[in-house]
Each structure stands twice: as structure tokens, then as C-alpha cells.
């Protein structure tokens, strides 16, 4: 089983200015984490996008490819590309050239996105947000098994005998992964196209997503696919530390993040019980000690049979020196522990 580091670049808000802090020295900071994360072994990092001012990175491709050139081993992927609002033919064209400089290792996470800025930033109607992703997605995928792309829609201009270039490494494939938030019909289309599925869960207990993954096993098995290749992967809220004092600290990032998000979205603020009922054993939090962390994972891989796990680790914006610390922890005791287990 593959352990993976996801971010989404929060960017943390200074109450005496009033501002968020500097996306560019944020940036920096993540380039020097995921070339930590090369060298403490961890297998997959997967960079997210967004379009707020307290994210630092709307281009996930980019941060990739800066990534890229000082890293070795690590696959590098978004987190997701939010392909509703995105043109495919260049986000093709972008990770291509991403396996291309990394010599092999981009990876594509598609799907609608947990936010909607884009869809106005783009000129896209939300009325549209079912049709322009599954339309999108068609497209991507045909580009992704064919050089030369013919192909019709509703929402974009069509394609005749067009050419996409640069070929990724494979044949001019590259792995891309459907990823979900628990919706039926998602995880459904998914297993009909023999995608590797993304499961994000960041709330509530894990045990819930089992019929929803069994699902996607069966349906997957249906229709006709390869069982021996099928990759399942859960992305999650994950933070690690052999101190009790800065798991505790970590409430407030935490806490932070969460009300900011849940200001817009109607949620009630967020309490220490919620915080410690999800890092409890059947909570949906992976934040504690090397060794909390690792039996839940492996937990996972019990009830689910995943081949991969994605810890989600800066959320609130944590400071450098322990999210360094963090990703050392995760690298070098979880991941041995989770092998043994």
C-alpha cells in the first residue's frame, strides 16, 4: 500500500494585519516540504487547487513541475484538478509535460471540487455543474487513450482529427484517478470506466464509506474490468507528532480552518469534542502519534482494502518547522509501522 501527502497551501491569517500570509514565501515552503518527502520516502503528493485568497496555489500543475526538478522518486498528482471548470485538452497537455520533466511520475486527480469559485472565475454556469464534468471528463479520457481526438459535445466546441501534444511517458497515458466526496452516482461512473477511485473522507466515521466502496468493487467487477488492477485510495485530514502538547496546539489551526470554511457553508463552530471524537479510533481524523496514525490506516486497509492512503496534512496552516516534522514522522514511522501491521 502506497502512503500519500496531500495540501491544499492554506495560507494562515494574521489578525494583527489582517492579512493572509505571503503566497509566495507559502509556496517556497511547500517545494522544500515535498523534496523532504522524497527523501523520507513517501510515495504519492497530491497538490489541490483553488481560487481563494486563503489558498496559496490555483495551479497545481505549476507547483508540480517546480517539484519535479528537485525530486526523484515521489508521483506527483492534483488534488484535484477541478476539471468541471478546467479545458481539457490543456490540462492534458500540462501534466504530460509534467511526466515528461519528472520522467514518468505526474498522476491526475479529476473532479468537481468541494468549492465553486472557478465556475464564475472561468465564465462557466453552475447550472451546468453536472453536464460540463461528465462532458469534460469524456473528453480527457479520450485524449488520454488517442493521439489523434475526434469527439462531439454539448458545452465546448468539437474536435476533428485534432492532435494533442506532448505524449506522457506510457504510451501517452497517464493514470488518472476519479475522486468523490460519497456521492453513489460519482463512485458508480467511476467503477463503469475502470477509474481508480479517491475517496475523501474528512468528517464522521470511516466505517460509513464501507458500502460505498463494496459498491464500487461490484460494479466495478461488472463491468468487465481487471479486478488484479483495481486501486482504491481515501484521502483524509492527517497530522503527526510524538508530542501531546502540539497535537493539542494543532485544535486551533485546525478549529481555525474549519470555521472559516464553515462561515460560508452554514456550519455550527467547530468544538474540541468534535476534534477529539475524529481522533478517536473510529473517527476520520489521522492526527495523533506515529503509531495512532498508523493503526488507523491500517484500520483502513482492513475494512476497505485500500492501495493507498493520502494524509491531507496542512490544514490551518501549520507553522514550517512542524509541518517538516510532521512529513519526517509520517515517512519514516508511520509508513515502516504501517508495513508491519
Known sequence: MELGIGMFGDLAFDQTTGKYKDAGVKIREILEQIKFMDEVGIDVFAMGEHHRPDYAVSSPEIVLAAA????????????????????PV?????????????????????????????????????????????????????????ENVTWKGKLRAPMQNQTVYPRAKNEGKLPIWRAVGGTPQSVLSAAELGMPLVVAIIGGMPVQFRNLIEFYKQEYKKAGHDVSKMQIAVHSHTFVSDDPEVIEG?????????????????????????????????????????????????????????????GHMDVGAPEHDIMMKSIELFGKEVKPLVKDL
Open 68 to 87: 519535479a526538478s528537485i525530486t526523484k522518486n515521489i508521483k506527483l498528482a492534483s488534488g484535484v484538478t477541478v476539471l468541471s471548470s478546467s479545458e
Open 90 to 146: 490543456k490540462v492534458y497537455e500540462d501534466f504530460s509535460t509534467l511526466d515528461l520533466i519528472s520522467d514518468g511520475r505526474a498522476e491526475i486527480f479529476v473532479g468537481r471540487g468541494s468549492f465553486i469559485e472557478s465556475f464564475p472565475l472561468y465564465g462557466y454556469s453552475l447550472n451546468d455543474y453536472e453536464e460540463l464534468f461528465d462532458e469534460k471528463l469524456d473528453l480527457l479520457l479520450k485524449i488520454n487513450s488517442q
Open 250 to 310: 494543532y485544535f486551533h489551526n485546525y478549529k481555525s480552518q474549519m470555521d472559516r470554511i464553515g462561515s460560508s457553508r452554514g456550519w455550527a463552530p467547530y468544538t474540541k469534542m468534535q476534534y477529539d471524537g475524529g481522533r478517536s479510533k473510529e473517527g476520520a481524523l489521522f492526527i495523533g502519534t506515529p503509531k495512532e496514525v498508523a493503526d488507523k490506516i491500517a484500520y483502513l486497509k482492513e475494512i476497505f482494502g485500500i492501495t493507498r492512503f493520502i
